[in-house]
Every structure is written in C-alpha cells, then in structure tokens.
C-alpha cells in the first residue's frame, strides 16, 4: 500500500462484504480496489450534476 494513501475504516453488514467480495472476484480486482472505482464513479456522477467539488 502506498504510505501516502490515508487509512479509512468502513464497518458494513457482513453480508455486504461478501457480496462484495463475490463482484470483485469476478472483476479480477480487490474489494479495495472495488470500492475506489465505486466511490470515483459516484464522485464523477455527483460532479456531473452538481458541479466540481473544490478540495485542498
């Protein structure tokens, strides 16, 4: 993992974890990895819609 990525823990239903487990399996990625592309695609839809979110 890079050292410059913060950490963030999620806490979810164990259920959803393992069906999220199974979609990632069969996207050949990590539930990490799964999870960035999700929250990046919300982000874009999200931008797309309301306008670019300015950050530090």
Known sequence: M???FPRYTLRIPKT???KLGYIS???GRTKNKELEILIKHHIAE????????KTL
């Not at 999200?46 to 979110?53: D, P």
């Open 2 to 4: 890079r050292k410059d």
């Open 25 to 27: 399996e069969r996207n």
């Open 16 to 18: 959803m974890l393992a």
């Open 46 to 53: 999200f931008e797309r819609m309301h306008g670019e979110i």
